[in-house]
Nanobody, 120 residues
Framework: VQLVESGGGLVQAGGSLRLSCTAS????????LGWFRRAPGKQRELVAS????????YYADSVKGRFTISSDNAGNTMYLQMNDLKPEDTAVYYC??????????????WGQGTQVTVSS
């Protein structure tokens, strides 16, 4: 499985970004999927995930109401729409398949991620 994240960048607080994730060797329609992030000096954490069966979503409390995860199964692409960004959202963002959409663990080796930097 090869994961490729894109869409990161530098944005001011209150701004928006849309991250994209594509994968070879992973069929999105059959897989629970998640977006993770790792901030400097912190462990990687699950930000949002979507269950293959029924499209049920999960969000960390810190992003609930601001981030939206979606999956285009036909295009085998996953998105993370991030609105009202805050400086504490600054991190490298990664996508991955998950064995369970809430509890993981991630299924594949991590990609390079995409850097999101939010200035105050």
């Amino acid at each position: 499985v090869q994961l490729v994240e894109s869409g990161g960048g530098l944005v001011q607080a209150g701004g928006s970004l849309r991250l994209s994730c594509t994968a070879s060797g992973l069929t999105f329609s059959l897989s629970d999927l998640g977006w993770f992030r790792r901030a400097p000096g912190k462990q990687r954490e699950l930000v949002a995930s979507i269950r293959a069966l029924g499209g049920i979503t999960y969000y960390a409390d810190s992003v609930k109401g601001r981030f939206t995860i979606s999956s285009d199964n036909a295009g085998n692409t996953m998105y993370l729409q991030m609105n009202d960004l805050k400086p504490e959202d600054t991190a490298v963002y990664y996508c991955n398949g998950m064995s369970d959409y809430k509890y993981g663990p991630p299924m594949a080796a991590w990609g390079q991620g995409t850097q999101v930097t939010v200035s105050s």
